[in-house]
T-cell receptor, first 111, second 114 residues
Framework: KNEVEQSPQNLTAQEGEFITINCSYS?????LHWLQQHPGGGIVSLFM???GKKKHGRLIATINIQEKHSSLHITASHPRDSAVYIC?????????????FGTGTLLAVQP | NAGVTQTPKFQVLKTGQSMTLQCAQD?????MYWYRQDPGMGLRLIYY???????DKGEVPNGYNVSRLNKREFSLRLESAAPSQTSVYFC?????????????FGQGTRLTVV
């Protein structure tokens, strides 16, 4: 079992829909990261959070430390949101700053 | 701001050829990493460098070597490329912010070994 699990693996939505991507983890963490990767592009950090909720534009990230679960929400989705969304965690107790990655969620938003 | 710069962006190698992927960061980060990304799998750590002059193996180090040339640069070398090394490679650097890791990634190198 992977230490970081994402669901769904693939998601197709119509423009304007509310989207939720989930991430569960099984290790102790100091922070959880949501990353975005456009087709053929690099990886950019969307959020880094250790508790509660963060919002940036139409994107909202929440984390429940007790349940070891995080969600990424996209409101009023748009075709330009089509990308791979990756959850990663910074594991506590490690000697370095290594991240553990989920396998990603491929999101396609159709006009 | 350049951030993390990787070269080349694309490369095709024949089996047995060697090459070096270059990575440089201008953010004065101590930690740097090389990952590979394969379909259906999360990014997997090949090697990392916690500070200048140190390197350590990650999950999938076989077939690779690295050099932390200075604080800015961290290169990945394939001595004898194999088709199994066809992948997208990402370099990253990180810093500790407020007690946890903030990572920055390069644009990736798409490598095909034929």
């Amino acid at each position: 079992k992977n230490e970081v699990e994402q669901s769904p693996q693939n998601l197709t939505a119509q423009e304007g829909e509310f989207i939720t991507i989930n991430c569960s983890y099984s290790v102790g963490i100091s922070a959880l990261h949501w990353l975005q990767q456009h087709p053929g592009g690099g990886i950019v950090s969307l959020f880094m959070l250790s508790s509660g909720k963060k919002k940036h534009g139409r994107l909202i990230a929440t984390i429940n430390i007790q349940e070891k679960h995080s969600s990424l929400h996209i409101t009023a989705s748009h075709p330009r949101d089509s990308a791979v969304y990756i959850c990663a965690v910074s594991q506590t107790g490690g000697a370095t700053n290594k991240l553990i990655f989920g396998t990603g969620t491929l999101l396609a938003v159709q006009p | 701001n350049a951030g993390v710069t990787q070269t080349p962006k694309f490369q095709v190698l024949k089996t047995g050829q060697s090459m070096t992927l270059q990575c440089a960061q201008d953010m004065n980060h101590n930690s740097m990493y090389w990952y590979r990304q394969d379909p259906g799998m999360g990014l997997r750590l090949i090697y990392y460098s916690a500070s200048e002059g140190t390197t350590d193996k990650g999950e999938v180090p076989n077939g690779y070597n690295v050099s932390r040339l200075n604080k800015r640069e961290f290169s990945l070398r394939l001595e004898s490329a194999a088709p199994s090394q066809t992948s997208v490679y990402f370099c990253a650097s990180s810093t500790r912010t407020g007690g946890y890791t903030e990572a920055f990634f390069g644009q990736g190198t798409r490598l095909t070994v034929v």
